[in-house]
Nanobody, 120 residues
Framework: QVQLVESGGGLVQPGGSLRLSCGAS????????MGWYRQPPGKQRQFVAT???????NYVDSVKGRFTISRDNAKNTVYLHMNSLKPEDAGVYYC??????????????WGQGTQVTVSS
């Protein structure tokens, strides 16, 4: 059974930094893309960043220049380096993997979420 486990959330002051990690366990197959989403308090889950198997990245405009997504294919792990954090960056952060199984079917897996709080 595939499981995504996240870590790295916490409380940080405005302007501070955090690094989130999300690793996969189980027979996950080929990972096509890895991504991060967040859900601010009282709002819907929203896209933050993705990285493809080829290393191409995409970011929501509000985090460009501040956040960096990276992946370690050998460890089936994705990272989100967050700098210059703002209060509006707060929320529960979720990782998502889009995969292809050996038999050709595509799957989507989500992490359990990790809380990021930005406050002085």
């Amino acid at each position: 059974q595939v499981q995504l486990v996240e870590s790295g959330g916490g409380l940080v002051q405005p302007g501070g930094s955090l690094r989130l990690s999300c690793g996969a366990s189980g027979s996950i197959g080929y990972i096509n893309s890895m991504g991060w989403y967040r859900q601010p308090p009282g709002k819907q889950r929203q896209f933050v960043a993705t990285i493809t198997d080829g290393g191409s990245t995409n970011y929501v405009d509000s985090v460009k220049g501040r956040f960096t997504i990276s992946r370690d294919n050998a460890k089936n792990t994705v990272y989100l380096h967050m700098n210059s954090l703002k209060p509006e960056d707060a929320g529960v952060y979720y990782c998502k993997f889009e995969t292809t199984a050996p038999w050709g079917l595509k799957y989507e897996y989500w992490g359990q979420g990790t809380q990021v709080t930005v406050s002085s």
